[in-house]
Structures are given as structure tokens and as C-alpha cells.
């Protein structure tokens, strides 16, 4: 069956003590009402202890916002899967355009994360999308299939059925530029085709495809509402607790 989701990408925002309110916000507004999708939330690595341990009590599901692509060892500042695995975190973003754009991540270096995290039962969020110039030029479509093609098509189908794809063009992240609905349905149903081409029928329709890119509680009715639109994720409005959680009541 297909997830439903909204996941929240609080990206490099929020010290200790605003993580830990917003998170206990979160928490409460699901200890009130069932919510048809999964919440997720994606808190900096520091403060996903805090979000496991209320995640253990609410319905709440945690993810990180990257990971290394190796197992352990003299690697500085990186964080492994098995570290991940060992808080209980659910989910995983990998491939988010910022990480492509400023730390200069390859699909193939993503295919290897995806791996790292499926061995450790670990949810990869798999972040795909064009520039504007790309859409300009009429290219989205084969940007977004070689990112897909190299980052998670090697999987099994096994593998696969625990990757969710997020759908983000990179010209609606952060700049208030929304995809239209008919946009993004068009994409998530060439993504949903490829996934069937690639797997099969059965597959593709047990992929969960979010939408990410100015996403707020004005226009996630409108998106989610597209057959092929199954949540979304969502980066400044997940940092108002009363935002995303309307987000979240969405569908
Ligand atoms: P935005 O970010 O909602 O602030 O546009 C989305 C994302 O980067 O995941």
C-alpha cells in the first residue's frame, strides 16, 4: 500500500531549545488527532535523540538529513547508517539539491548512501529535480530520470519498495515559486511510469512520491490532491509547529 507523508526538512535551523518545543508541539498535535499521512520530521543530526525518544511515545517518525556513504572509521564529521540505525531513526534525505549544489554530491556517491541505509532499515527520502534552465530547455524530464537511473535503480525490487522519491525542482525550493499542481502531477506520473519501466506496475504504485519546493498550508490541498502526489516535503514551513502540522492535515 501506498505511504501517504509529510516530512519536515528543518534543514541547518534551530538551537537545542527550539528544537526540543517545536518537537513537543508536533508530538502534541498528534496525541489529538489521527492524521491520514505519516508525520516525519527531519531535525540536524544533533537533536535526533530528542525526536526518537518522543517519536517512542507519539506517532511520530524521525528522519536524518544525510548520511555517509561509508560504514565507519577516520571520516571527520560524517555519520554512518549503523549510528542512525542505533537511535531508531525511520527515514533518511539523501540527495537533497542543497547537498548536490554546495557539497557537490554525485548520484553515484547517493546510490552508495541508499545502500548504507537499506542495510541498516533505514527509509531513504531520494531527492530529485531540475534547475530552472533545465526546465527552461525543456530537460526536466531527462534530468530527473538520470538522477533516478544512477542514484537508485540498481536496486531489487525489495530494496526499492523502501525508498521514498521526493520530487523538489530546485527553482521552487526556498524561493516561494511554487511547481502548479499540474506541474508536479505531470512529474510524479513520468516518475511513476520510469519506476514501472524499471520494476514493475505493482511496484510504481506502491512508491510513495512527495513534493517538495514552497510547499505551505495554502497550497498543499491543491498538490496533494493530484493522483500522483502522495505528501510532501516540506522545508520553512515545517519550522511553525501550526503550519505543518495544517500541512500535514492536508489530505
Ligand atoms: P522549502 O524547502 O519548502 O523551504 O522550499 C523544501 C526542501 O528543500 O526540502
Not at 524561493?175 to 499542481?181: D, K, L, M, N, R
Not at 504504485?205 to 500522483?228: M, P, Q, R, V
Request: charged residues 25%.
Amino acid at each position: 500500500m501506498r505511504k501517504l507523508i509529510v516530512a519536515g526538512n528543518w534543514k541547518m535551523n534551530n538551537t537545542f531549545e527550539d528544537a526540543e518545543n517545536l518537537i513537543t508541539e508536533i508530538a502534541s498535535a498528534l496525541d489529538e488527532k489521527k492524521f491520514k499521512c505519516d508525520v516525519v520530521i527531519c531535525p540536524p543530526a544533533l537533536y535526533l535523540e530528542l525526536a526518537t525518544d518522543v517519536a517512542d511515545i507519539s506517532g511520530l517518525f524521525v528522519g536524518a538529513q544525510n548520511v555517509s556513504d561509508k560504514d565507519s572509521g577516520a571520516y571527520t564529521g560524517e555519520i554512518a547508517a549503523t549510528m542512525l540505525e542505533s537511535l531508531e531513526v525511520d527515514y533518511c534525505i539523501i540527495g537533497h539539491s542543497e547537498r548536490r549544489k554546495y557539497f557537490g554530491e554525485k548520484d553515484e556517491v547517493l546510490a552508495e548512501k541508499a545502500n548504507k541505509l537499506l542495510d541498516y532499515g533505514i527509509r531513504p527520502i531520494y531527492c530529485c529535480g531540475e534547475v530552472l534552465e533545465e526546465r527552461e530547455n525543456k530537460t526536466h524530464f531527462d534530468v530527473v530520470r538520470q538522477q533516478l537511473k544512477n542514484g537508485l535503480f540498481h536496486l531489487t525490487d525489495a530494496g526499492f519498495g523502501n525508498v521514498i522519491i521526493a520530487y523538489e525542482p530546485v527553482w521552487a525550493i526556498g524561493t516561494g515559486v511554487t511547481a502548479s499542481p499540474a506541474q508536479a502531477q505531470e512529474m510524479h506520473n513520468f516518475i511513476r511510469n520510469l519506476v514501472a519501466e524499471n520494476y514493475n506496475r505493482e511496484v510504481a504504485e506502491n512508491t510513495t512520491i512527495l513534493y517538495g519546493g514552497s510547499c505551505n498550508s495554502g497550497n498543499a490541498k491543491e498538490l496533494f490532491s493530484n493522483k500522483d502526489v502522495d505528501g510532501g516535503l516540506i522545508g520553512g514551513a515545517s519550522l511553525k509547529a501550526d503550519e505543518f502540522i495544517k500541512i500535514a492535515d492536508s489530505f
